[in-house]
């Protein structure tokens, strides 16, 4: 009584992305919130990719599937969270570059 073989195979791939996002995350450092955005990516592909394997013929039993499907969605809504605290870093960062870059040409064009 157990899911589709290939469903957990990317679930547990989805689970390891996520798990390297959450590793990989420094809102301090730019490029390592944007090795968090693609842990995050890889792992949407993979739910992506187990949601195939989510209909009822592709399960023995309805525990199994129910389990499963509480999984992904667990997985789901940690990439949601995760995604919007990486995608506001990254704003952050952008918002920075460009305030501290109009301050530098401000001091230019006075002191020109």
């Keep these: 009584m157990t899911p589709h073989p290939r469903l957990?195979?990317?679930l547990q791939s989805a689970e390891d992305q996520?798990?390297?996002a959450r590793q990989s995350?420094?809102?301090t450092?730019?490029?390592?919130?944007?090795?968090c955005a693609e842990h995050l990516h890889q792992a949407a592909v993979e739910i992506r990719a187990a949601r195939q394997f989510t209909g009822e013929a592709t399960f023995q039993g309805a525990d199994s599937a129910s389990k499963?499907?509480?999984?992904?969605?667990?997985l789901q809504n940690s990439v949601n969270r995760l995604g919007?605290?990486?995608d506001s870093a990254i704003a952050l960062h952008r918002g920075l570059a460009l305030h501290t870059g109009m301050d530098e040409a401000v001091s230019t064009e006075v002191d020109a």
């Excluded at 450092?29 to 090795?35: E, G, I, K, P």
Aim: proline letters at 0%; charged letters at 40%.
């Design 8 to 10: 957990m195979s990317h």
């Design 18 to 20: 996520v798990e390297r």
């Design 25 to 27: 995350w420094d809102a």
């Design 29 to 35: 450092d730019l490029s390592r919130c944007a090795q």
């Design 68 to 74: 499963a499907r509480q999984r992904l969605e667990r």
């Design 84 to 86: 919007r605290l990486v």
